[in-house]
């Protein structure tokens, strides 16, 4: 299933799961340090971030655990598929996200990775608190209820 787009955006990897097992509160929006052939693998979209997360690393936040394939036309100049790449946020953003994971028991959590319509890569952030069982639950009975409205409404005409 190809991803979808939205105007001046072009998504290369959604982290679909991430709204069933967080509430999330709060999104935000941070650039990626990426190498060459980083950057020329994302293009191609077959990046994964289902596993993965963000945190503070020294006075930074990284994104670990995000599978970004090698570029097979690199040979040896090629990266580390999961190698802890660095969020650019301005200092006010990483601090709150920071304390918040610390202080309050949130987590960050790569909703999407996507171009911007300059062509640069981003992140979509999202702060969220993990959801218990009942809540998951409580999220499929809604989903499964708006797709049996949506299916009836449709049957109406």
Same mark, same amino acid.
């Given at each position: 299933?190809?991803?979808?787009? #939205?105007?001046?955006?072009?998504?290369?990897?959604?982290?679909?799961? &991430?709204?069933?097992? =967080?509430?999330?509160?709060?999104?935000?929006?941070?650039?990626?340090?990426?190498?060459?052939?980083?950057?020329?693998?994302?293009?191609?979209?077959? &990046?994964?971030?289902? #596993?993965? =997360?963000?945190?503070?690393?020294?006075?930074?936040?990284?994104?670990?655990?995000? =599978?970004?394939?090698?570029?097979?036309?690199?040979?040896?100049?090629?990266?580390?598929?999961?190698?802890?790449?660095?969020?650019?946020?301005?200092?006010?953003?990483?601090?709150?996200?920071?304390?918040?994971?610390?202080?309050?028991?949130?987590?960050?959590?790569?909703?999407?990775?996507?171009?911007?319509?300059?062509?640069? &890569?981003?992140?979509?952030?999202?702060?969220?608190?993990?959801?218990?069982?009942?809540?998951?639950?409580?999220?499929?009975?809604?989903?499964?209820?708006?797709?049996?409205? &949506?299916?009836?409404?449709?049957?109406?005409?």
């Amino acid at each position: 299933m190809a991803p979808k787009t #939205e105007p001046g955006r072009r998504v290369v990897a959604d982290n679909r799961s &991430a709204r069933f097992h =967080y509430a999330i509160e709060d999104t935000f929006e941070a650039g990626i340090a990426l190498t060459g052939t980083e950057v020329k693998s994302l293009r191609g979209g077959k &990046a994964t971030i289902g #596993e993965s =997360y963000a945190g503070p690393s020294g006075n930074d936040l990284m994104l670990f655990n995000a =599978y970004i394939p090698e570029y097979l036309e690199a040979n040896r100049f090629n990266h580390d598929t999961k190698r802890p790449r660095r969020l650019l946020l301005h200092r006010r953003q990483i601090n709150k996200l920071i304390g918040a994971t610390q202080r309050q028991g949130y987590t960050v959590i790569p909703l999407k990775i996507y171009f911007n319509d300059k062509g640069r &890569a981003k992140v979509e952030l999202g702060l969220g608190k993990g959801k218990q069982l009942h809540d998951k639950r409580e999220s499929v009975k809604q989903r499964d209820w708006q797709r049996d409205k &949506a299916r009836l409404m449709r049957d109406k005409g």
